[in-house]
């Protein structure tokens, strides 16, 4: 067991942990968010027939090769609109009325638009000469045979889904939906609906922790609120430990006399990872391994739980879930107001990131406080502040750490 653990490190142990779960076959129209369980090949060229890729006529550009400036005139054989098969002959200085996404008949080989000649009782007269496969959508031009549409851990977007569609298919392999249970601490919580006394909180740690977990692909699952029993809250995750694939606790991580989940940890016999995290908020959480699962306790505080989670849970969670890309998003901003606040600890300041004309800008939230709910409402990034440090100046250029939880991922 690490005490104090880097944030990095504490990365790091909960990413080497986890393990890729199970896959699963779903409608394609259900699909959208899901993780691809494997690389995805096409068996078709897309499209598979030439076609016209506007509305015009189509020739053999041979028979316009003698053309400069002096009209020609093309005998219309017929008309084709999309969607019709045509076997239509090809003869010498010939044209063919089509649409539009109409398969381009055998002999012909190039388009011209309608706008830009003149059509007459059965004829088109042609003023120049035209190339080779213009305007012809050529058979695979989009997709061909054998190409990869997309990779293992890939998350389904509606393009994904229009390619996939566009190939026939119905049904798409991807990643299960973990479980993640999530299990509230303290016998000052009540749940939404329960009559709350003075000296106690609504339990908005689960609905802030589900929604990040819904957000990414994940089922969570609601364990309700536990006293601070060590024997209770053991037995409610060796009760539920088999069910899920994750349990995560808040409250009770910190080292007051009632922060009892360093304890139980040591009750189930757990395999201790981590205690407490060297950053601010977030110290107080800890992690363990218990029948091959994860436990990950963080602060009962709102800000805290909110910061550790997603700058430290939520990588392991990913690649849990299988996402290819598991990273830190990072990226660069100007600061639009002064930090002052000094610090021997490494800090993780809460910020709003905003996309500039020229430049991106960031500004940190006036309450930083761990128990404090409001600027989670609007907070999208954090400013990660390296300790030893004196604050940030306005104006400088900092590095900031896009949330999950917020709105740009």
Same mark, same amino acid.
């Given at each position: 067991?690490?005490?104090?653990?880097?944030?990095?490190? @504490?990365?790091?142990?909960?990413?080497?942990?986890?393990?890729?779960?199970?896959?699963?076959?779903?409608?394609?129209?259900?699909?959208?968010?899901?993780? *691809?369980?494997?690389?995805?090949?096409?068996?078709?060229?897309?499209?598979?027939?030439?076609?016209?890729?506007?509305?015009?006529?189509?020739?053999?550009?041979?028979?316009?090769?003698?053309?400069?400036?002096?009209?020609?005139?093309?005998?219309?054989?017929?008309?084709?609109?999309?969607?019709?098969?045509?076997?239509?002959?090809?003869?010498?200085?010939?044209?063919?009325?089509?649409?539009?996404?109409? &398969?381009?008949?055998?002999?012909?080989?190039?388009?011209?638009?309608?706008?830009? $000649?003149?059509?007459?009782?059965?004829?088109?007269?042609?003023?120049?000469?035209?190339?080779?496969?213009?305007?012809?959508?050529?058979?695979?031009?989009?997709?061909?045979?054998?190409?990869?549409?997309?990779?293992?851990?890939?998350?389904?977007?509606?393009?994904?889904?229009?390619?996939?569609?566009? *190939?026939?298919?119905?049904?798409?392999?991807? $990643?299960?939906?973990?479980?993640?249970?999530?299990?509230?601490?303290?016998?000052?919580?009540?749940?939404?609906?329960?009559?709350?006394?003075?000296? &106690?909180?609504?339990?908005?740690?689960?609905?802030?922790?589900?929604?990040?977990?819904?957000?990414?692909?994940?089922?969570?699952?609601?364990?309700?609120?536990?006293?601070?029993?060590?024997?209770?809250?053991?037995?409610?995750?060796?009760?539920?430990?088999?069910?899920?694939?994750?349990?995560?606790?808040?409250?009770?991580?910190?080292?007051?006399?009632?922060?009892?989940?360093?304890?139980?940890?040591?009750?189930?016999?757990?395999?201790?990872?981590?205690?407490?995290?060297?950053?601010?908020?977030?110290?107080?959480?800890?992690?363990?391994?218990?029948?091959?699962? *994860?436990?990950?306790?963080?602060?009962?505080?709102?800000? @805290?739980?909110?910061?550790?989670?997603?700058?430290?849970?939520?990588?392991?969670?990913?690649?849990?879930?299988?996402?290819?890309?598991?990273?830190?998003?990072?990226?660069?901003?100007?600061?639009?107001?002064?930090?002052?606040?000094?610090?021997?600890?490494?800090?993780?300041?809460?910020?709003?990131?905003?996309?500039?004309?020229?430049?991106?800008?960031?500004?940190?939230?006036?309450?930083?406080?761990?128990?404090?709910?409001?600027?989670?409402?609007?907070?999208?990034?954090?400013?990660?502040?390296?300790?030893?440090?004196?604050?940030?100046?306005?104006?400088?250029?900092?590095?900031?750490?896009?949330?999950?939880?917020?709105? *740009?991922?």
């Amino acid at each position: 067991m690490i005490e104090n653990i880097e944030v990095e490190l @504490a990365r790091k142990t909960l990413i080497d942990r986890v393990q890729l779960i199970g896959s699963e076959t779903i409608s394609l129209e259900e699909s959208l968010g899901r993780i *691809l369980s494997k690389d995805f090949e096409s068996t078709l060229n897309v499209p598979d027939f030439r076609k016209s890729a506007l509305d015009g006529f189509a020739l053999n550009y041979k028979d316009t090769e003698d053309i400069d400036g002096v009209e020609k005139a093309f005998k219309i054989n017929n008309y084709i609109e999309a969607g019709n098969l045509d076997n239509s002959q090809y003869t010498k200085d010939s044209a063919i009325k089509i649409m539009t996404g109409a &398969q381009v008949p055998e002999g012909y080989n190039t388009v011209i638009k309608k706008e830009i $000649v003149r059509e007459d009782d059965g004829y088109v007269y042609i003023a120049d000469s035209l190339k080779e496969n213009a305007n012809v959508v050529s058979i695979g031009e989009d997709i061909k045979s054998g190409d990869r549409i997309a990779s293992r851990g890939e998350k389904i977007n509606p393009g994904i889904i229009g390619v996939l569609a566009s *190939l026939g298919v119905e049904n798409i392999e991807v $990643v299960k939906r973990p479980r993640i249970g999530i299990l509230n601490t303290g016998k000052e919580i009540v749940s939404l609906g329960e009559k709350k006394s003075i000296g &106690q909180i609504f339990n908005s740690n689960y609905y802030t922790l589900a929604s990040i977990l819904r957000k990414i692909g994940c089922e969570p699952i609601n364990l309700g609120i536990a006293t601070d029993d060590i024997d209770e809250i053991s037995k409610i995750i060796d009760i539920n430990i088999d069910n899920v694939d994750m349990i995560i606790t808040t409250g009770g991580a910190s080292v007051g006399d009632y922060d009892f989940i360093f304890d139980v940890y040591k009750n189930l016999k757990a395999d201790i990872l981590f205690k407490r995290v060297d950053m601010k908020p977030g110290t107080p959480m800890l992690s363990a391994y218990y029948k091959d699962k *994860l436990l990950i306790g963080l602060s009962g505080n709102p800000g @805290a739980a909110f910061v550790s989670f997603d700058y430290i849970a939520i990588p392991a969670i990913k690649k849990l879930i299988g996402y290819r890309d598991i990273e830190i998003k990072r990226l660069k901003a100007v600061l639009k107001n002064d930090f002052n606040k000094k610090s021997k600890r490494r800090r993780l300041v809460r910020a709003l990131f905003e996309i500039g004309d020229e430049k991106n800008y960031v500004s940190i939230m006036k309450d930083q406080k761990s128990g404090t709910l409001q600027s989670m409402m609007v907070c999208n990034c954090l400013i990660d502040i390296k300790a030893p440090n004196s604050g940030l100046k306005k104006g400088e250029e900092v590095e900031i750490i896009l949330l999950e939880g917020g709105d *740009l991922l």
